[in-house]
């Protein structure tokens, strides 16, 4: 029987990532997209009215409902955020 090494990680996104910098992007847009994702919710849109609210196809909240963090960029969660009103804030945590 093989022995398997376990890693810990402080994330998901640690784990998934081959770099911190790519965790960090990854966090992010998952943030922004749940964000988002409520105020969805919150309004109580079919995906066509969010589709018409956010300024982006269907299939595109669809993607963004099911969390699909792979298929939308921070320039387009950004977009969309302001689409409906939104303003994104950022702001940087020390890591150390």
């Known amino acids: 029987m093989r022995r398997v090494k376990s890693e810990i990680y402080a994330s998901v996104w640690d784990a998934i990532a081959d770099t911190p910098?790519?965790?960090a992007n990854l966090r992010a847009r998952a943030e922004l997209m749940?964000?988002?994702a409520a105020i969805v919710k919150e309004n109580?849109?079919?995906q066509a009215e969010a589709a018409t609210h956010c300024g982006?196809?269907?299939?595109r909240i669809n993607d963004l409902?099911?969390?699909r963090?792979?298929?939308f960029s921070l320039d387009a969660?950004?977009?969309i955020a302001t689409a409906i009103g939104?303003?994104?804030h950022v702001e940087l945590e020390s890591t150390l």
């Not at 982006?56 to 299939?59: D, S």
Request: charged content about 25%.
């Open 21 to 23: 910098e790519q965790a």
């Open 34 to 36: 749940q964000k988002i």
């Open 44 to 46: 109580a849109w079919t």
């Open 56 to 59: 982006v196809t269907q299939p």
């Open 65 to 67: 409902l099911r969390g």
């Open 69 to 71: 963090v792979s298929r």
């Open 77 to 79: 969660l950004v977009n």
């Open 86 to 88: 939104r303003r994104v």
